[in-house]
């Protein structure tokens, strides 16, 4: 029994009714060969499916179960068309090979106008005491980040990324600290 095929590609529309269910996908392609020029190697047939997977070469077009006048979508380019991509690159003195080239490497925090913007604000920057320190108390610094939460657990608020016992720990060392948050 013969098939109609509908075959598009480069923004035309090809007909094939000269196959049979006997014939192969590869008998396909060799028939596209002869209208598009393309090759049967650079050949992806959109719409042939065997399985849930592209058809093999080998698989018989009657297997694959196609109605009259299936269309099928064709991607692939000439070979004339390759040439000029999988040639040599012309030789071009414009380009610089940048891994020839060596500089000092110099570290972000070496940097001269990072160092400059450090002073900078350094100079600048005013300290304000927001509470001044109680008399006879030390100082206890303490880490946000695994100290006083678990930035990394799954939790979805504040309350739930805080340790055990927080505020307990907190209330019991201001009577003997004054407590800075980093």
């Not at 100082?139 to 505020?167: I, N, Q, W």
Request: negative net charge; hydrophobic residues 35%.
């Amino acid at each position: 029994m013969s098939l109609s095929l509908i075959i598009k590609w480069g923004g035309q529309e090809y007909t094939i009714t000269s196959l049979s269910e006997e014939d192969t996908v590869l008998d396909l392609k060799q028939s596209l060969k002869g209208l598009t020029g393309v090759l049967p190697e650079r050949q992806k047939l959109l719409g042939l499916k065997m399985k849930g997977k592209p058809a093999d070469d080998d698989v018989k077009l009657g297997a694959l179960k196609l109605k009259p006048n299936t269309k099928i979508m064709m991607m692939g380019t000439r070979e004339e068309s390759l040439e000029d991509v999988l040639g040599p690159p012309p030789d071009n003195d414009d380009v610089v090979n940048d891994f020839d080239i060596e500089e000092e490497v110099v570290e972000v925090e070496n940097r001269e106008e990072n160092l400059l913007k450090i002073s900078r604000r350094v100079k600048e920057y005013k300290v304000e005491i927001l509470n001044p320190p109680r008399e006879g108390k030390k100082l206890l610094v303490l880490d946000v980040d695994y100290t006083l939460f678990d930035h990394r657990s799954c939790a979805e608020t504040g309350v739930e990324l805080m340790r055990p016992y927080l505020h307990e720990f907190l209330t019991s060392a201001y009577e003997d600290y004054d407590i800075v948050i980093w």
